[in-house]
Antibody
Framework: QVTLKESGPVLVKPTETLTLTCAVSGLSLTNSNMGVNWIRQPPGRALEWLGNIFSNDEKSYTTSLKSRLTISKNTSNSHVVLSMTNMDPVDTATYYC???????????WGPGTLVTVSS | SYVLTQAPSVSVAPGKTARITCGGNNIESKSVHWYHQKPGQAPMVVIYYDSDRPSGIPERFSGSNSGNTATLTISRVEAGDEADYYCQVWDTSSDRPVFGGGTKLTVL
């Protein structure tokens, strides 16, 4: 059974860098069928895909935020890390990690973690 | 970039049929996935590849995709179906996934 769980700070200040971790279990990050995605949802708003990473370390990012995002993985502890620089209050959102390879659905989601950007 | 359009809200009486649509240019050429999301919870797939149901999703949930509109149909709606519903496709031109804006289903 695949499970994912996000962790990280609940509060960051404007201009700071956000670092979130997705702990993956039940799925090897070296598995050729592995894809971990980051998706966020501002309060009361729609889902927004941020980016993903695959077993071969290939990554893809949403165009609008590409300059601010970095996704990496640590296969030794099965963690996928999202970094987002220069945080702004509009980045306040629940951040989810979810498994899924294109063109499949995002079949397993973490519970999400709410990040608030405020001074 | 590819855009998916959903009505913000749909209301239906218990026992009736709810139809939630997702509009996109020639969406029939893409595979559409549907998620529902209850307050405070992560989204969950209810339909994938236009019309397939994951195990555990009731047969009351079905999907179709034709022309410029994909549709999620929920038959014999129950109070527990009240949630936000999102459609999603992978945009092959950008090789990135796209979500619709979501539809809030209210059970009257």
């Amino acid at each position: 059974q695949v499970t994912l769980k996000e962790s990280g700070p609940v509060l960051v200040k404007p201009t700071e860098t956000l670092t979130l971790t997705c702990a993956v279990s039940g799925l090897s990050l070296t598995n050729s069928n592995m894809g971990v995605n980051w998706i966020r949802q501002p309060p009361g708003r729609a889902l927004e895909w941020l980016g993903n990473i695959f077993s071969n370390d290939e990554k893809s990012y949403t165009t609008s935020l590409k300059s601010r995002l970095t996704i990496s993985k640590n296969t030794s502890n099965s963690h996928v890390v999202l970094s987002m620089t220069n945080m702004d209050p509009v980045d306040t959102a629940t951040y989810y990690c979810a498994s899924g390879l294109p063109p499949d659905a995002f079949d397993v989601w973490g519970p999400g973690t709410l990040v608030t950007v405020s001074s | 970039s590819y855009v998916l359009t959903q009505a913000p809200s749909v209301s239906v009486a218990p026992g009736k049929t709810a139809r939630i649509t997702c509009g996109g240019n020639n969406i029939e050429s893409k595979s559409v996935h549907w998620y529902h999301q209850k307050p405070g919870q992560a989204p969950m797939v209810v339909i994938y590849y236009d019309s397939d149901r994951p195990s555990g999703i009731p047969e009351r949930f079905s999907g179709s995709n034709s022309g410029n509109t994909a549709t999620l149909t929920i038959s014999r709606v129950e109070a527990g179906d009240e949630a936000d519903y999102y459609c999603q496709v992978w945009d092959t031109s950008s090789d990135r996934p796209v979500f619709g804006g979501g539809t809030k289903l209210t059970v009257l």
